[in-house]
């Protein structure tokens, strides 16, 4: 009786027996081993390469002779030939085993390689995206068996890819029959699946093998702006990421304002949803084009928002929103056409998927956050704040999660500040303040160098220095508390009271001088009393929020703080903590966690099981409404001062000072090969 | 140890054991009883009435006492007070167990009374369609629990109605929030049943109880005519039927040349997708102006038809089916929203379903046709011919099911007919000729007397008497035969041969005389030697299909033949066997079953279950292809001849006169309250 051959993988470690002639392809598909394969193992995608390794391994048992593996075939020899194969490589559909083999997969070969680096964790991406290119051999027809093309085409899917329940739209139907010909009977679908149930549909069917690539959008529609990431469907990339302004701010700088104007004016509703889906439209070409990719090629959105606009996105009237019991029209996910709600820019059969709020002031922004964070797999208790216009607030670890949303309004994305913008190129995000002298350096976005390093004037001269955004506010306002330019009730001193001439009266208050342009024909960028006081009402909301979750779950203290923000820039923490934008926490607990809606929406973009998560915890988290809780008010107004009065953490300098991280290269992962650009919030 | 009283219904038999105080609803609901009710059980719609049988009933086995029931309640008070209520009825609901009791379930209780009467044969009709009402109690927002308005009314789904898997699309969602306040929490939602998942969608949602009704349209969409019913949702009432001419007649007239018109002109398949969906939006005004309701209340329309004109329907270019070997697009079923396909007269939200297609010339109105004809259910061999410009042919038994499509032209409806016309009012459709004087009788369509009839000119003088139909010129055709004005090979005879005036040499043919109305300014309505030409073609075409059948199955005779046309009228079994359209069978075995094709339609109309069976049952079914089958044409030219040169059945002449039938009435069964209409095909 003779024993199959033995074949083991690295670096996965799995190992089995199989007949002689089967190749690695199937092998590793048969022991779960992450092995790449678009084309269904017919040596054309070459997604399937693997180095066998010969000689002797006693590390796994068994010698590997140079014939353990059929020769190199002809398939390979043409692939070789014209798209060249790195020496030792060979293709697993091609390659069979003939006697003990070791195989290991390359990185490049492995499906779910994908790791998203963040400025403060890095994890692995599991790649499982609901739209996805097969490519399929097709049966043709036969008078005698007389199914239809389409049927023949589920046939290919569930014979060659074990995928059923798969259905197609009209317009489908209509490209069916000429492209399965031209493709001689081969054909690459893109199919999208459904997270509900087992349910295919074809977005689209392209002749033969397929060269080109697929791409989704992940977007997080805040109140103040919308911020997308490019990502390609393959492997999560993100090629491009873009930001505009919401252009529903006209109709109202808060959601209440919003829900206030659609309340107010009929139709209003649908002038803020048409002036949002045109935003979404733009910001969709826009991002292709910077991705250097044709929009068609975007097959998929998956959005993430808080409920009012949820609401308007879809088209729903949010003004029960803007009552108790605050109902939401839907509270689990939305799956449907793009082309249904307006957005035309993409692939016209291109799908959205909305995730799923949690309550009425709590939305789908924030279960992207508990998607992207997830604190119910936290051992410590953990409170993460995702920063806006509205504020997402989780508490919790792996027994409880609870949620809810503060209203801090839109200051801390740059809105009502006097020198306020968006985070784009020019913007001022990073402050220093002399505690001495109170003269301040500062640092621009898309400049890696500090205002008073040599060259900085050079180096701005194309994007200019054009005012401040959020993350530069924030850091800001602390320094000046710590420079001793505010009091503790949050009033600027004047010249003669702080020392130096950069506080100017206006008014009947002062400001404080941060850079004056005005002699290059630029801005005069100036901290202004009434910008002290946005901030200083966003972060009482903000930190309200978080006590009245910690009310709840009973508890003075949190182990650990994440700080998360749409707005581009990362939120240091040592400010945001002497601001009193949170809880007081030992300053190395709380860390930064960039766009952790954004991140959300990007893994909800790359992975159907995730759909599937997110759905269930959002059902599993406690939600509690600021809006009808009197506490929430108590600490509110308690939390106006700003606490500390000189630097707390002087011993930490070295940790608050991040280090320089480019936007799109900490979220396109270590392996990204793609086009590295500008951070653009 | 007491025992639960024992509740026994009528006319089921059903019995079961039920504490006291439950409601007979709830009995019958568990028992499996066919009791209807729409409301849910809340004393609101009044469908569940039902009758108490007090007294002693040994038949039963129980004593039924008086107070086997609690009393007439407030809510049958009140009902009684304002809508009436029959005397010894109860509401089904509201009416509980106290002692064992016996229980009359009356037909209009029940929701599965329907029964379709056709010509030869009656049937029940299962009501269970994809599209219904359901009225819900649907619980109000809560805070401290903030599922969205949807997921609550999902619930209450299931909680009232044990429907799960419920979805709503963006303009639901949008009117939601509104008819549920307005409804106070209380609303009629308008559900569409996948039958292939246990999927629902809502299709509209009324605030409260609806009293409205939900009506669909059974559309057989043939070659040359269009046929609709206009159905009640409810139960299956066809309270309207129309019919128009398919305008793609301009592109060719048989299916072959719509074909080729697609292939030769570019852009030729959507000219004339949009003429038949042109027509099909303005059968669909005019039908529900006929059926008095708004044409809003159209939920779903089912289309059967032969695979050229299903692909131009959908607007699938349909020369894949002009050319070996046949492909179909698709051959499943097809369930979408009638606004993709440009239906825009009905209801925004309505369903289309189209019927599955047995193969690439043998099409959904086959299917339809093997949907109420049953032939897989048959003890005896059947031969089915449903007569159109393509004849459906299908030969069976419970061990197997042949099926073919024969390209008999647009003769017998009346086309390529000098002058024929649609069946409609004023159209002849039945022709006698006295075997003596060769005198033609005739009746038309609209009026219910013969020709020879005293007051026939005033009972037609509203119609007028406008040409001859499809069934007009088969009869016609076979009694000029039978009196000997044709001879065997089709020729008409010239005045003197025949001995009749009537005989007109019309250039080198003859042509004889039905009915002359110059002198009132109405057409001269003759039987062309042209004429006669068309209908050998067409019957040969017919008869060589069957034939095809017989030998696949290796039989030469068959133990019944069904005949079916969609043009209205009844082709009497007698004239087609004269003409040698079918092959001979004994005439008692030979029925008449209207248009079986339209049925087969509606029965997918009022069951979910039918379009599961059809789905399963298309599958089975073995194709046969005539356009590459020699011996097809073998046949075709033995049948030229008329075979019987005298009236071979005289003794039944009792059988060939149909009963005269109103074509509504006969559709809509015994028990229709709806209006009443002439028929019009």
């Not at 054309?44 to 059929?70: M, R, W």
């Not at 139907?173 to 690459?188: H, N, S």
């Not at 992207?372 to 409170?383: A, I, Q």
Request: aromatic letters at 4%; one cysteine or more.
């Amino acid at each position: 009786m003779s024993t199959d051959p033995l074949v083991i993988f690295t670096p996965s470690g799995k190992r089995g027996r199989f007949p002689v002639g089967t190749p690695i392809l199937t092998a590793a598909r048969q022991l779960g081993v992450d092995l790449d394969s678009v084309c269904g193992g017919r040596g054309i995608c070459s997604k399937c390469q693997i180095t066998p390794s010969y000689g002797e391994f006693s590390k796994h048992g068994v010698t590997v002779h140079d014939d353990a593996l059929n020769e190199f075939n002809e398939v390979e020899q043409r692939y070789d030939r014209i798209r060249g194969l790195k020496s030792g490589r060979r293709l697993g559909c091609q390659a069979t085993v003939q006697r003990d083999v070791v195989i290991d997969v390359p990185p490049e070969s492995q499906v779910h390689r994908q790791v998203v680096r963040k400025a403060a964790s890095a994890r692995a991406m599991i790649m499982d995206p609901a739209t996805k290119l097969y490519y399929l051999e097709v049966q043709e027809p036969d008078m005698h068996e007389p199914t239809g093309d389409l049927e023949r085409v589920a046939r290919a899917l569930k014979d060659q890819w074990e995928i059923e329940g798969v259905t197609a739209s009209l317009p489908i139907l209509r490209k069916l029959q000429p492209v399965l010909r031209k493709g001689k009977w081969t054909a690459t679908v893109v199919l999208n699946k459904s997270h509900r149930d087992a349910t295919h549909r074809i977005l689209d069917i392209h002749p033969g093998f397929f060269e080109g690539r697929i791409y989704g959008l992940a977007i997080d529609l805040g109140s103040t702006t919308i911020a997308a990431h490019l990502c390609d469907l393959r492997n999560g990339n993100v090629i491009a990421s873009a930001g505009v302004m919401n252009p529903q701010i006209r109709f109202g700088e808060d959601l209440m304002s919003r829900v206030s104007y659609a309340m107010m004016n009929a139709g209003g509703d649908q002038e803020m949803t048409s002036a949002v889906r045109d935003a979404i439209n733009t910001l969709t070409t826009e991002i292709a084009t910077e991705g250097s990719i044709d929009p068609s090629q975007i097959m998929e959105a998956v959005f993430v928002c808080n409920p009012v606009m949820h609401h308007l996105l879809l088209g729903i009237d949010p003004v029960e929103l803007g009552q108790a019991p605050f109902a939401l029209a839907t509270s689990e996910s939305v799956s449907l056409d793009a082309a249904e709600m307006g957005l035309t820019s993409m692939n016209d059969a291109a799908r959205v998927f909305v995730l799923p709020c949690i309550a009425g002031h709590v939305g789908a922004d924030a279960a992207a956050v508990a998607l992207s964070e997830e604190p119910g797999k936290s051992e410590d208790l953990v409170l993460i704040v995702d920063v806006g216009t509205n504020a997402e607030i989780l508490l919790g670890n792996t027994e409880r999660v609870l949620a809810c949303s503060s209203p801090t309004g839109p200051a801390f994305e740059g809105a009502q500040i006097s020198s306020g913008q968006r985070a784009a190129p020019g913007a001022i995000e990073r402050v220093e303040i002399d505690r001495a002298t109170k003269v301040p350096r500062f640092r621009v976005i898309g400049c890696d160098l500090w205002s008073d390093d040599e060259g900085f004037a050079e180096a701005t001269s194309s994007t200019g220095i054009t005012g401040i955004c959020g993350s530069g506010i924030i850091e800001a306002v602390a320094e000046m508390r710590i420079a001793g330019i505010l009091d503790p009730k949050g009033l600027i001193g004047s010249a003669e009271q702080v020392g130096t001439p950069r506080c100017v009266m206006e008014g009947r208050t002062h400001s404080y001088l941060i850079y004056d342009g005005t002699a290059e024909g630029g801005p005069r960028i100036t901290v202004t009393q009434g910008d002290i006081r946005a901030i200083q009402l966003a972060k009482s909301a903000l930190y309200a929020g978080a006590r009245l979750l910690m009310d709840e779950m009973q508890v003075d203290t949190v182990d650990r703080v994440v700080l998360a923000g749409a707005f581009g820039a990362h939120i240091s923490p040592k400010h945001a903590m002497v601001l009193g934008m949170i809880p007081d926490a030992p300053l190395e607990k709380v860390s930064s966690a960039g766009n952790a809606a954004g991140t959300g929406a990007r893994i909800a973009l790359c992975s159907v099981d995730a759909r599937r998560a997110i759905e269930k915890t959002v059902r599993e988290i406690t939600k509690v409404e600021t809006a009808i809780e009197p506490k929430f008010q108590e600490h509110f107004v308690n939390a106006n001062a700003i606490p500390h009065a000189t630097d707390p953490f002087p011993h930490l300098a070295t940790v608050t000072s991040l280090p320089v991280v480019n936007y799109n290269q900490a979220q396109s992962g270590a392996e990204d090969g793609g086009r590295r650009r500008r951070r653009r919030g």
